[in-house]
């Protein structure tokens, strides 16, 4: 998933110290006390209203009490984070489950360690009022980003019509650039997600454009995941888990405090809390409970097996991929499993 990014400062280390104290008008010296080693983590990532816990733990500092250090470095292009990620210029990844798919049948040795999200409506195809039904975009120019998740998005919806690419216009743009786009009259079709996606569809006091097909069309066909390496899952499984806690905890920071959880969210977004909160309903983070399910062999798309083999075909179809990976192949759980016991 994708969406406008914003830099955000990366968190600044905290550092105990211990203070002389004094009795009975005579100073005391104390001897210091080294400080467990705090670990320093990159993590990849847009900005995306599904990765809103991780904003929250990055604004409060919840990595602390996990002796870490994680600062968020944004990517305006997705697809120049898994590069990153094999550079070492990241240590970790938030990433489309498709873009890891498509990774490991490459042959790199990425892992989805964390169900983040699944966009339920976050993700669309947005058009005039004209346009009501997906069999009305062939010969259409349609704006989209290549090898996106709305790429990805598209292909699917014009295949449950009967099309493919070769009956429309590709238009290649960002996500950003399609509001304006459409605005223009340069476009009457446009694939986007949050919060361009809101943009869009406000134009003419609503009357203007509408939603076709979105991603709650296909419930976790679109989801957003954590990523590491192979490599290093090995050498730091505890930093790993602490990454995850501390998400966890952010997850749990919105639900107490939804109003200033939205606060913050929307200063990393660049949006306002009310738009932050209208957004949300366009994602479902899932909670710990749910998580593990995400690994389980089972039909529905909320299943990596089942999203994977729908998202392995597509890809492959279009020529971005040769051979489909085994979904154990794309897949750790042992971090879910653990914390979910």
Same mark, same amino acid.
């Given at each position: 998933?994708?969406?406008?990014?914003? $830099?955000?400062?990366?968190?600044?280390?905290?550092?105990?110290?211990?203070?002389?104290?004094?009795?009975?008008?005579?100073? $005391?010296?104390?001897?210091? #006390?080294?400080?467990?080693?705090?670990?320093?983590?990159?993590?990849?990532?847009?900005?995306?209203?599904?990765?809103?816990?991780?904003?929250?733990?990055?604004?409060?500092?919840?990595?602390?009490?996990?002796?870490?250090?994680?600062?968020?470095?944004?990517?305006?292009?997705?697809?120049?984070?898994?590069?990153?990620?094999?550079?070492?210029?990241?240590?970790?990844?938030?990433?489309?489950?498709?873009? #890891?798919?498509?990774?490991?049948?490459?042959?790199?040795?990425?892992?989805?360690?964390?169900?983040?999200?699944?966009?339920?409506?976050?993700?669309?195809?947005?058009?005039?009022?004209?346009?009501?039904?997906?069999?009305?975009?062939?010969?259409?120019?349609?704006?989209?980003?290549?090898?996106?998740?709305?790429?990805?998005?598209? &292909?699917?919806?014009?295949?449950?019509?009967? $099309?493919?690419?070769?009956?429309?216009?590709?238009?290649?743009?960002?996500? !950003?650039?399609?509001?304006?786009?459409?605005?223009?009259?340069?476009?009457?079709?446009? #694939?986007?997600? =949050?919060?361009?996606?809101?943009?869009?569809?406000?134009?003419?006091? +609503?009357?203007?454009?509408?939603?076709?097909?979105?991603?709650?069309?296909?419930?976790?066909?679109?989801?957003?995941?954590?990523?590491?390496?192979?490599?290093?899952?090995?050498?730091?499984?505890?930093?790993?888990?602490?990454?995850?806690?501390?998400?966890?905890?952010?997850?749990?920071?919105?639900?107490?405090?939804?109003?200033?959880?939205?606060?913050?969210?929307?200063?990393?977004?660049?949006?306002?809390?009310? %738009?932050?909160? !209208?957004?949300?309903? +366009?994602?479902?983070?899932?909670?710990?409970? %749910?998580?593990?399910?995400?690994? #389980?062999?089972?039909? !529905? &798309?909320?299943?990596?097996?089942?999203?994977? =083999?729908?998202?392995?075909?597509?890809?492959?179809?279009?020529?971005?991929?040769?051979?489909?990976?085994?979904?154990?192949?794309?897949?750790?759980?042992?971090?879910?499993?653990?914390?979910?016991?």
């Amino acid at each position: 998933m994708q969406s406008t990014r914003q $830099l955000r400062p990366g968190m600044r280390a905290r550092v105990r110290t211990l203070v002389a104290a004094a009795a009975a008008g005579v100073m $005391l010296s104390v001897a210091a #006390v080294p400080a467990q080693a705090v670990t320093t983590l990159k993590i990849g990532t847009v900005v995306w209203i599904g990765y809103g816990p991780f904003f929250v733990a990055d604004a409060l500092d919840l990595y602390k009490k996990y002796n870490l250090k994680v600062s968020l470095h944004m990517f305006t292009d997705p697809a120049l984070i898994p590069p990153a990620l094999d550079s070492g210029a990241v240590d970790g990844a938030m990433l489309t489950y498709d873009q #890891v798919v498509g990774q490991v049948a490459q042959g790199k040795q990425h892992k989805v360690v964390m169900p983040i999200d699944y966009s339920a409506g976050g993700d669309a195809i947005v058009a005039d009022k004209s346009i009501t039904k997906v069999a009305q975009f062939k010969g259409k120019k349609i704006g989209f980003n290549p090898l996106s998740p709305s790429d990805f998005l598209l &292909t699917y919806a014009l295949k449950t019509a009967g $099309l493919s690419e070769k009956d429309i216009t590709p238009t290649s743009m960002t996500p !950003e650039a399609v509001p304006a786009a459409m605005a223009s009259g340069q476009l009457s079709i446009g #694939v986007t997600y =949050e919060p361009s996606l809101s943009q869009i569809i406000s134009q003419g006091d +609503g009357k203007k454009f509408h939603v076709v097909f979105s991603s709650k069309n296909a419930p976790g066909l679109i989801a957003d995941v954590l990523v590491f390496t192979d490599a290093f899952i090995k050498a730091k499984p505890a930093e790993i888990k602490g990454v995850i806690q501390a998400y966890l905890d952010g997850m749990a920071y919105m639900k107490k405090e939804p109003d200033k959880a939205a606060e913050i969210i929307g200063k990393a977004m660049g949006i306002s809390a009310k %738009e932050v909160k !209208e957004q949300l309903s +366009g994602v479902h983070n899932l909670p710990l409970a %749910e998580m593990p399910k995400a690994f #389980v062999k089972g039909k !529905e &798309t909320t299943s990596y097996y089942a999203s994977g =083999e729908i998202i392995g075909n597509l890809l492959k179809a279009k020529g971005q991929i040769t051979t489909i990976p085994a979904t154990e192949a794309t897949i750790d759980p042992q971090f879910v499993k653990a914390l979910a016991k």
